[in-house]
């Protein structure tokens, strides 16, 4: 392989000694900027992008999409989204939307299917160009055969034929094997492929430079297959249903695109400018390192991740405990869920209910905000060529003119690097009094310790379905395989991330009374995905408060895997972390004992004294740190 194609496309952005989701951004839309030729695109990063993107085999000069990155750094995440994004750079570049012959064809798996065969084209263009191109779209495809479970399929029909083709035509396109996990199911599909559609296979790799001859044996390939003729059969049906999303369909038929071409000196042209790219993102990244938590919260204020299954809750699964699918997990901010005239509705509710308690736990909070403060007891060092000016030393320079000015610096003190995640449960059995106290005990915690200059995090976890939901529909679909593990669908909820004002989460917390929002309980996941959400904070002192009602509870779950199932996870992740020096885990239990589960743990009968002992606990914790700083 000639050396200058070692390092290619977003690979580079690996170069960074540190990482940062809002430098990973601009890197990656400099990269498809470059790579493609199109310096107007808008880039997009979307919170839920399998829902966003119905479409993902086109791409429009004017705008495309890309999942958020994740909030941890996480290598196969971070390839998956490179590849998405030298896709996306792929199709720009190689595709003219003016001979396209899609439009043609009737809607449904005939016309997903042509768009998919395109995508392989202009992929497989870049693949043997670009090497480094090829690593991140294999890393895609690993991706889509991992979540869509390729390996469990045992028939042609598991598998849409848009996803199939794709798979074929790469295969034949590129000369690369397909992942290991989809080569089953791709063999059962290529048993069906007739001398008709092995002509097209050849005619489309023969004619992969030239888009209108490779399209018209698309055509070909489709009629193989039979999917043409099927669809024209339903046509009149489909068109009835789905009258009303027609619109979605119209193409952008003025796109200016660029000229294909296979050169090698552009290629090394685009090389050397993504690699300037990358390394200005590497500097930025070095002189910016203390400033790398503010980067990553960015990221966390827009909703946190499209791919949590992939990212912020990975290594959760062990021998004994094990997920069935992780596609329709979900981590999302409170402005996803509701609209702001609903939110600030819902925080008006949640004042007015509490109004009593609310003086009651402020006198508390105020009496621990005095605590704190007095210990941050002040000291400077004075004679510093900088920061602020010594007033005392002023009367020398008044007699002595010769005299230099003379400034102070305030020593930091333990406080300010410190941080706080409250992790609420926000199960059905909390709704009503329980959880609107939760509710606004967290929102008086987070204003009191934010005066101290602590960070504090507020993160709720439940579920998006009763006894499952669309977990529960795959595994009832793939006829019910044994021991499927978890078995419902995840829904983790930041109301407030640890960079973000107060005065900007407020609102956020009166989400928590929305009808509907409280479902099921996983507590061993949540508390694992806060866990991460802490270990990537830079603080030196870490704290993870977990407030919750009761045991693990989803029907969906245990009926399949046996009552203990979920409780026997929890138990494991608690080990796991009170295992670890660097964070203090606490929990309080509200009318359930959480004793049996933590080694500091409170249990309280009424959800009202659960202000009076949040801010207890967190007294006792400063008061011990202070004591260990004085001795």
């Known amino acids: ?134 690593a991140n779209l294999q890393a895609v495809m690993e991706h889509q055969s991992k979540i869509e479970a390729h390996a469990k399929m045992n028939k042609a029909e598991h598998l849409s034929p848009d996803k199939a083709l794709y798979l074929l035509a790469y295969e034949k396109l590129t000369g690369e094997a397909v992942p290991k996990s989809s080569r089953k199911i791709l063999q059962l599909w290529r048993n069906r492929l007739t001398p008709q559609g092995e002509k097209a296979l050849e005619a489309m790799k023969e004619t992969l430079s030239n888009q209108e001859k490779y399209a018209q044996a ?97 290594n959760i699964e062990d021998f004994s405990y094990h997920i069935y699918t ?34 009651f736990v402020s006198k508390l909070a105020n009496r621990l905000q005095r605590k704190l403060m007095s210990q941050q007891t002040r000291s400077w060092n004075f004679d510093q060529e900088e920061g602020l000016l010594d007033a005392s030393k002023l009367t020398r320079v008044i007699i002595n003119p010769t005299n230099s000015l003379s400034y102070k610096q305030e020593k930091s003190t333990d406080f300010k690097d410190t941080i706080v995640t409250l992790l609420i449960d926000n199960s059905g059995s909390m709704r009503g009094h329980p959880i609107s106290i939760a509710a606004m005990c967290g929102d008086i915690l987070a204003r009191t310790l934010e005066r101290c200059a602590v960070k504090v995090e507020i993160l709720g976890f439940t579920t998006q379905a009763w006894k499952g939901g669309r977990s529960r529909e795959k595994w009832l679909a793939d006829k019910r395989p044994k021991d499927p593990g978890r078995l419902n669908d995840l829904r983790h909820i930041i109301y407030k991330s640890a960079d973000e004002p107060w005065r900007r ?19 061993g996941e949540a508390l694992f995905w806060a866990w991460q959400r802490l270990k990537a904070r830079l603080e030196r002192r870490k704290i993870l408060m977990v407030i919750s009602d009761g045991a693990p509870v989803d029907d969906s779950t245990l009926s399949t895997n046996g009552p203990d199932y979920l409780e026997n996870h929890l138990k494991n992740i608690i080990h796991r972390i009170e295992k670890q020096p660097d964070i203090e885990l606490i929990a309080i239990g509200i009318g359930h004992d959480v004793t049996r589960y933590y080694k500091h743990a409170v249990t309280i009968t009424k959800a009202e004294d659960l202000g009076r002992t949040m801010i207890h606990e967190l007294t006792q914790l400063f008061d011990k740190k202070n004591k260990i700083n004085t001795k």
């Open 1 to 134: 392989m000639p050396e200058n194609q070692k390092k290619t496309s977003t690979d580079l952005i690996h170069s960074q000694t540190s990482y940062n989701p809002e430098h990973f951004k601009q890197a990656l839309v400099s990269t498809i900027h470059t790579l493609s030729g199109y310096t107007e695109t808008n880039i997009n990063f979307c919170n839920n992008y399998s829902r966003h993107r119905h479409d993902q085999y086109t791409h429009h000069k004017n705008a495309a999409y890309l999942p958020q990155p994740p909030d941890i750094q996480d290598e196969k995440a971070l390839q998956y989204i490179r590849g998405k994004a030298d896709s996306i750079a792929l199709y720009l570049k190689y595709h003219n939307d003016k001979i396209s012959l899609s439009n043609n064809l009737p809607r449904g798996d005939a016309q997903n299917s042509f768009n998919a065969l395109e995508q392989a084209r202009v992929e497989a263009l870049g693949s043997k160009q670009m090497a480094g191109v090829h």
């Open 218 to 314: 698309t055509q070909q390939l489709l009629k193989a297959y039979n999917l043409v003729e099927e669809e024209e059969k339903g046509k009149k049906e489909e068109q009835e249903k789905s009258s009303q999303d027609s619109s979605d369909q119209n193409k952008n038929d003025n796109h200016e695109v660029p000229e294909e071409t296979n050169n090698e000196q552009e290629n090394k042209m685009l090389e050397q400018q993504i690699s300037q790219i990358s390394l200005g993102m590497e500097d930025q990244d070095n002189n910016e390192k203390e400033n790398t938590h503010e980067g990553i919260e960015k990221s966390e204020k827009t909703g946190g991740l499209s791919l949590p299954s992939e990212n912020s809750i990975n």
């Open 326 to 359: 992780k596609i329709f997990d979900e981590i999302v901010t409170a402005d996803q869920i509701c609209d702001v005239k609903e939110l600030n509705f819902l925080r008006n509710q949640l004042d007015q209910q509490l109004k009593e308690i609310q003086n």
């Open 505 to 523: 989460a407020k609102r956020n917390l009166g989400l928590m009374l929305k009808n509907g929002l409280l479902k099921e309980n996983i507590d």
